[in-house]
């Protein structure tokens, strides 16, 4: 179980690495657009769109990132008093009751949400016509991964309290 642990952690460490530069990559387009503005007198045609998909997209991504490095907000003021035991039974009992039906419900409205942009070929109401289907494809993409870490974590606690069952 700690090898299924440690390759969701690799997935997920990889893929944060690899879609955390996409921030320098809206800077540009951001720049590009204000030079645009200050010099011509006009912003583009396509880099708000562009800019606000990618940065929805750079946002999504990293969930799963940011789990797996403990940066998502915990209440733990209450959760440091327990015992690592009980710690681990409150973080198995918090995953289950409460983001397995977020998670659940991100994937199945993701989809949907998704699918029906996909089947009408949605794009944005700007003068470029993008397509927007992409971008509510990374809703089911971040749901996969926050699954996985989330299976991580749970491995984890499992594993916690076999250790502590074992001493």
Known sequence: MN??????????EGFGRLIAPLL??????????IAMRFFIGRPSDWAFDVTKMLFGAHFMLM???????????EVDVLKRLLSRRKQAALEILGYL?????????????????FERSFSRSETTY????????????????????ILL?????????????RKEEAA
């Open 3 to 12: 090898a299924i642990a440690r390759a969701i952690d690799a997935l997920n």
């Open 24 to 33: 320098a990559v809206i800077t540009l387009i951001v720049v590009y657009d």
């Open 63 to 73: 969930a799963a990132y940011g789990l797996r490095h403990h940066a998502h907000v």
């Open 97 to 113: 009751i409460f983001f397995v039906p977020f998670i659940w419900m991100l994937l199945t409205y993701g989809w949907s949400f």
């Open 126 to 145: 700007g003068i470029v016509a993008l397509p927007v289907y992409p971008v509510k494809a990374v809703i089911v993409v971040t749901a996969v991964l």
């Open 149 to 161: 870490q989330a299976i991580a974590v749970v491995i984890r606690a499992i594993q916690e309290l």
